[in-house]
């Protein structure tokens, strides 16, 4: 469904240097990428900001004409069969909208039914399936710029999928939103995926994004492929790793567990590390208040960051 | 056929949804309308005033130069209205905000140009309709079927002039930002050129006008023909059935500007 082979991707960037003089630079946002995602995968692309994640999904999307290398999505060159393609695949951008700012929902998908040529009854059946799906129905009459994020991005999911792409294409769609709103989204591409085998490349910032929702992965850093294989390899490795912060009533020196450690410790705060497959939050944080009393606490996930660091130092299987 | 059909009610709704859009804001359309007037007869006021001096500029009357005024500005309002929405395409690709067009199964020049249709830019038209009255009134033109036919043909093939030059300076963004206003030189600029006779100006800008930015074709050399004045300086009046040719490779290089200009589309922001 979609492959890339050797995709490059070379900016031209001026710099200003002294008065009048700009200095030419060359900045390769991907350098070399290649993969394949068969049909009906859902398959997660991260990495750290400016690692070559959207360059890569514009140049699979027909936005960017690549500096060299292959593509084909859907059997189609993107830039070159652009408006061919814009039929077959769907795109959701997080940070951008592709909704019309001052219509209502409704009038964008209405608009969007003549744009793509959608007929009539399809779409029907169409909107009142994803509406359902997503619960549009409170703010189907509502002007987009009143909407909030996850309302707007529910809106965008349905917009992106009423021409019933084979392909979507997701790049960051759940930033900025709340954990419940979250929840529904990746629910809602759960079910998209198994029940309508939509196949759908998704890039994030999130890794438990990834983890529920995602087979398999590919990590690029520097916009060079540093990863690509099964999610649960990497979590067996640390992706499980969690970390609980603890606010207890008073400063004392690290707390003894059983299943855990404490890494840091400032004040009346400490960090305690621990793998969701040894243990589980809960008893971790009885153990806790058996031994001190517990006033706040916290529980951080492993950031990208944090997982390409390891995948480099080779604590995490290489690609 | 079909598909031209297609596109047209696809621009009807593209359109209509701005209108829409715009509609909440009644008070300020119905002062920009009334701005839009006002400015485009201080043009014609600064002619006034040139004749309040002079009886003839470089051989015109007034109410030649008002013709040759009218012609100009009815096919710039037209031009204007139909893809004045390419001054935000700098805007557009500096945010990034262009990505959308290319995500769609239709072209991106149609995209942006229906993106936004603002009818307070009649009223640019209605003034210089109303200043081309002005001119047939005060002007005795031996009309015949050609010279008829000519009016027609002119103001088509001037807004196309008029588009392929403003098409292919705004495509000028897709390579460096901030280039707005040189497009806006040649595109405003060359409005207020047309609106003279051309042979008033310098030689070079002669040339300027009639060979690389074609605006001698807008309205000159087919004002020439209709109103029967010999006296042109570069070639003759028969230039004017080239208008729909010349206007033609306009558009065509314009085309080949843009194209060029979206592979080069670089897409900023993450």
Redesign the interface.
């Known amino acids: 469904m979609i492959e890339a082979d050797d995709l490059r991707k070379t900016?031209t960037v001026y710099r200003r240097a002294g008065r009048l003089r700009r200095e030419r630079r060359l900045v390769t946002a991907v350098d070399g990428v290649s993969f394949a995602v068969g049909p009906g995968e859902m398959v997660g692309y991260i990495g750290p900001?400016g690692a070559g994640k959207?360059t890569t999904i514009?140049m699979l999307?027909?936005?960017?004409?690549p500096s060299s290398g292959k593509v084909s999505v859907a059997g189609l060159a993107p830039?070159r069969r652009?408006?061919?393609l814009?039929?077959r695949?769907g795109?959701v951008?997080g940070?951008?909208?592709?909704l019309?700012?001052?219509?209502p929902l409704r009038?964008s998908f209405?608009?969007l039914r003549?744009?793509?040529?959608v007929p009539a009854a399809q779409y029907r059946g169409r909107l009142a399936e994803l509406g359902e799906l997503l619960d549009l129905g409170p703010f189907m009459d509502t002007p987009v710029r009143q909407l909030s994020l996850g309302q707007r991005m529910r809106g965008e999911l349905t917009a992106a999928l009423l021409h019933a792409p084979k392909v979507l294409f997701l790049?960051?769609p759940t930033v900025g939103l709340d954990i419940v709103s979250k929840a529904r989204v990746r629910d809602f591409l759960a079910e998209l995926n198994r029940e309508r085998g939509v196949t759908v490349l998704l890039t994030t910032h999130d890794l438990s994004d990834i983890e529920r929702l995602c087979p398999r992965m590919v990590i690029i850093d520097h916009g060079k492929v540093l990863y690509d294989g099964g999610t649960v390899e990497i979590a067996a490795r640390f992706g499980g790793e969690r970390t609980l912060v603890v606010d207890l009533a008073e400063s004392r020196p690290p707390l003894r567990l059983a299943r855990g450690s404490v890494v840091r410790t400032d004040g009346p705060r400490q960090w305690i590390k621990f793998r969701s497959d040894e243990t589980t939050a809960a008893t971790l944080i009885a153990a806790v208040s058996e031994q001190a009393q517990l006033v706040d606490l916290s529980i951080e996930e492993p950031s990208i960051e944090e997982v390409v660091r390891r995948v480099y130092t080779g604590e995490a299987v290489p690609a | 056929m079909a598909e031209r059909l297609a596109q047209l009610t696809t621009y009807r709704r593209l359109a209509g949804a701005s209108i829409r859009a715009r509609a909440q804001y009644r008070l300020t359309f119905a002062l920009d309308f009334a701005a839009q007037f006002v400015a485009g007869l201080s043009d014609f006021l600064a002619i006034l005033v040139i004749f309040h001096h002079l009886p003839q500029l470089g051989g015109w009357s007034l109410p030649e130069v008002a013709f040759l005024y009218g012609m100009a500005g009815i096919s710039f309002a037209l031009t204007d209205l139909w893809i004045g929405q390419l001054d935000t395409l700098g805007q557009m690709i500096r945010l990034g905000t262009f990505d959308v067009f290319l995500v769609r199964p239709l072209g991106s020049l149609f995209q942006v140009v229906a993106s936004e249709l603002q009818l307070k830019r009649l009223a640019k038209a209605g003034q210089a309709a109303a200043v081309l009255a002005y001119a047939l009134a005060n002007l005795h033109i031996a009309w015949s079927p050609a010279r008829i036919l000519m009016v027609a043909v002119a103001i088509g093939s001037g807004a196309a002039i008029f588009s392929g030059v403003w098409i292919a300076g705004s495509a000028i963004s897709f390579w460096t930002t901030d280039v707005q206003e040189i497009v806006n030189s040649f595109t405003y600029g060359g409005s207020f050129l047309t609106s003279y006779p051309i042979n008033i100006f310098g030689a070079w800008t002669r040339r300027l006008l009639a060979f690389v930015v074609p605006m001698a074709f807008v309205a000159y050399y087919p004002s020439l023909f209709i109103l029967g004045k010999p006296d042109a300086v570069i070639g003759q009046p028969a230039l004017a059935f080239a208008s729909p040719l010349i206007a033609g490779l306009t558009l065509l290089a314009a085309a080949a500007v843009w194209r060029s200009g979206v592979r080069h589309y670089r897409s900023t922001g993450s």
């Open positions: 900016f900001n959207s514009k999307t027909g936005i960017l004409v830039a652009r408006t061919e814009a039929r695949i795109v951008f940070n951008r909208s592709l019309w700012w001052d219509l009038d209405e608009l003549h744009i793509y040529r790049d960051e």
